[in-house]
């Protein structure tokens, strides 16, 4: 979900790219912990109110067309009516891909507790 940023491969760069002095375990998770801060940055910034976005972006894409059918000829209306629609389709996008993460986050920490049945755990693909 994160990678619908334009700008999400180079956050993720610059993070982990960062020198680090230690043993190799300790620069791993001092990457990892570089790496969830920026990626909570990301989720606070780009993906908060992800269902409100898309409403707005809804409604904006309404308003547009009933003004483009009062002026059907008009360039700047069709162009318009164009971007809006892109911009329905990423925020709708986000709109379900955000809670299937979620879900999928959830269970994976259900799994490391061991709640879960063990007939439930996910299988892990072998090479």
């Known amino acids: 979900m994160w990678s619908m940023d334009p700008n999400y491969k180079k956050r993720v760069r610059l993070s982990w790219m960062k020198h680090i002095v230690g043993t190799a375990m300790y620069k791993l998770v001092v990457k990892l ?37 009062q002026d059907p000829l008009n360039l700047q209306l069709i162009n318009e009516e164009l971007e809006k629609v892109k911009e329905v389709q990423k925020r709708n996008k986000a709109r379900f891909v955000y809670p299937q993460q979620k879900c999928k986050c959830q269970w994976l ?6 709640i879960l049945p063990p007939d439930a755990k996910i299988e892990k693909k072998h090479k």
């Open 33 to 69: 912990n570089r790496l969830k801060a920026t990626v909570r940055v990301l989720n606070r910034d780009r993906f908060v109110e992800v269902e409100r976005k898309a409403d707005q972006a809804q409604k904006n894409l309404i308003d547009c067309q009933k003004q483009l059918q």
């Open 109 to 114: 920490q259900l799994e490391e507790r061991q």
